[in-house]
Nanobody
Framework: QEQLVESGGGLVQPGRSLRLSCAGS????????IGWFRQAPGKQREAVSC????????YYGDAVKGRFSIFVDAAKNSLGLHMKDLKPEDTAVYYC???????????????WGQGTQVTVSS
């Protein structure tokens, strides 16, 4: 059965760093575009980062460029997100997802996890 499980969320102070992990099973990461999106209370889903299945290029949302880094170990079906210089506006539930293309990661993900809460607060 296809599954994605996130881990690594928590409470962190502004300016600090945090690393999220995502373990996949039941399908091959190489066959999909994979990445992260987030959703804060009362807000729409927001793209965080994605690695394209076509050319393995990485994409970042404007709000996180220069602060977040995505990394993948396709052999282990493992995805990660390193977040630095965190801000209160980064507070959200972060989801790991797989889709047929990066533009579809938010609107039509094929698989996604249950999410992990990240709270940035002093």
């Amino acid at each position: 059965q296809e599954q994605l499980v996130e881990s690594g969320g928590g409470l962190v102070q502004p300016g600090r760093s945090l690393r999220l992990s995502c373990a996949g099973s039941g399908f091959r990461f190489d066959d999909y575009s994979i990445g992260w999106f987030r959703q804060a209370p009362g807000k729409q889903r927001e793209a965080v980062s994605c690695i394209s299945s076509r050319d393995r290029l990485t994409y970042y949302g404007d709000a996180v460029k220069g602060r977040f880094s995505i990394f993948v170990d396709a052999a282990k079906n493992s995805l990660g997100l390193h977040m630095k210089d965190l801000k209160p506006e980064d507070t959200a539930v972060y989801y790991c997802a797989a889709a047929l293309s990066c533009p579809l990661l938010i609107s039509e993900p094929t698989y996604w996890g249950q999410g992990t809460q990240v709270t940035v607060s002093s």
